[in-house]
């Protein structure tokens, strides 16, 4: 349950550390957490895009499988911003600001780079075996 509550917060770091990043580059992935109820709220939207992730992620990367292949896996990134951007459009702690191929942009950027912290992060975490 720890380990869980863990990924989660550090899921919500990654989510603020990719917000920075996509704003020193120009893009519109906006990030609010001035204090605590907003941090309350951005674990909430970081819950709904892992729940979103979990569950139609799924079922999208299942049916474009062929394109997937064809791709040799790259189009799972075109997944993956869409789910961010169905997750930021619930603005609950994040939002993508822009329209059209902007806001896909930045989805898209924001979460190469949200994958990338969090892996990095993510070795820092204790393992769940029993030595």
């Given at each position: 349950?720890t380990?869980?509550?863990?990924?989660?917060?550090?899921l919500?770091?990654?989510?603020?550390?990719?917000?920075?990043?996509?704003q020193?580059?120009?893009l519109?992935?906006?990030v609010?957490?001035?204090?605590?109820?907003?941090?309350?709220?951005?674990?909430?939207?970081?819950?709904?895009?892992s729940?979103?992730?979990?569950?139609?992620?799924?079922?999208i990367?299942?049916?474009?499988?062929?394109?997937?292949?064809?791709?040799?896996?790259?189009f799972?990134?075109?997944?993956?911003?869409?789910?961010?951007m169905?997750?930021?459009?619930?603005?609950?702690?994040?939002?993508i600001t822009?329209?059209?191929?902007?806001?896909?942009?930045?989805?898209?950027?924001?979460?190469?780079?949200?994958?990338?912290?969090?892996?990095?992060?993510?070795?820092?975490?204790?393992?769940?075996?029993?030595?």
């Open positions: 349950m380990k869980l509550l863990l990924r989660w917060v550090l919500a770091v990654s989510v603020i550390g990719a917000s920075f990043v996509s020193a580059l120009g519109g992935f906006d609010r957490v001035h204090d605590t109820s907003e941090f309350l709220k951005l674990l909430l939207g970081v819950a709904v895009l729940l979103l992730n979990a569950t139609l992620g799924k079922i990367k299942f049916l474009t499988l062929p394109l997937s292949c064809l791709t040799l896996g790259l799972s990134l075109v997944v993956n911003a869409v789910i961010l169905i997750a930021a459009s619930f603005k609950l702690g994040f939002e822009g329209s059209g191929f902007q806001a896909f942009e930045a989805a898209f950027v924001a979460s190469l780079l949200i994958a990338f912290i969090n892996g990095v992060l993510g070795m820092f975490l204790p393992d769940d075996k029993d030595d």
